[in-house]
């Protein structure tokens, strides 16, 4: 039986933002062996614990909002998009039940966001304007490698693209160094992680303005996995990607 994977509308104030993003990551999932099942954010917080219950594992997708600052105790810049509460209940009902159950979760860009908050991390609500980095994290879904990302060598991340090997660096793992793998990643996002937050770790950062790019789980046998980037969107192409989704089914699979 194929594990059923929870996955909130990207967004509840705008549809067409739902409906452009919501299939790739549907598509990802069915080709990774999973099942996904679409959480709606107009439920009620009981019928989203009921779906979230019937599910193995959680995927947190993006979204064009930004989490209210409030939450990280921070005061909004002029920057700062607005919130979706909607999907911010979702999440936080859909991480809570995760947590409590063990159950595996995949966060991407905003989920990863998300999920830095809900763990009482905070978030820099501006890169470009707040610190002025030289490298453009907002180039979209047109740019596939927007800049390089350095993998902690001893992180889940790392061995979960180590079974990639040339195909994900474009050479050999052992060419990379002791600082870890390198990989080239697409970018679509204004915000970051900044202070990390409980059970959390970094995996990966952009090696140019040391920008948080992915966080995974401190607990032991508990995957929790999150990547700034949009593995979804380049699934059928890359290896990387497919890595990516593959473990999580896999970690799906033993609920």
């Not at 993006?62 to 909607?86: F, M, N, V, W």
């Not at 991340?157 to 002791?178: C, F, Y």
Request: net charge negative; aromatic share 4%; with cysteine.
């Amino acid at each position: 039986m194929k594990p059923r994977i929870a996955i909130p509308v990207p967004h509840s104030q705008k549809p067409e933002y739902a409906q452009r993003s919501l299939p790739q990551y549907l598509h990802a999932i069915e080709r990774s062996g999973g099942e996904p099942v679409v959480v709606q954010l107009d439920q009620s917080s009981h019928d989203i614990a009921k779906v979230s219950s019937s599910c193995q594992a959680v995927l947190l997708p993006g979204s064009s909002a930004d989490l209210d600052p409030q939450k990280y105790g921070a005061e909004r810049i002029s920057k700062t998009h607005a919130s979706d509460p909607l999907r911010d209940t979702a999440d936080e009902l859909l991480l809570q039940d995760a947590h409590n159950m063990r159950r595996p979760i995949l966060a991407i860009c905003y989920g990863l966001q998300s999920l830095n908050v809900w763990r009482s991390g905070t978030l820099v609500q501006d890169i470009s304007s707040q610190l002025r980095s030289p490298i453009n994290h907002e180039a979209g879904r047109e740019v596939a490698r927007a800049h390089a990302i350095q993998i902690d060598p001893v992180s889940r991340l790392a061995n979960i693209l180590a079974q990639t090997k040339k195909s994900v660096a474009g050479r050999d793992p052992a060419e990379n160094g002791h600082d870890g793998l390198r990989i080239e990643v697409n970018s679509g996002h204004h915000q970051a992680a900044d202070l990390v937050g409980d059970g959390l770790r970094v995996a990966a950062r952009c090696p140019e303005d040391d920008i948080i790019e992915a966080l995974e789980g401190t607990q032991f046998g508990h995957f929790v996995l999150a990547v700034q980037w949009h593995p979804e969107r380049n699934f059928d192409d890359d290896p990387a990607s497919q890595a990516l989704f593959k473990r999580f089914i896999e970690a799906a699979r033993l609920v």
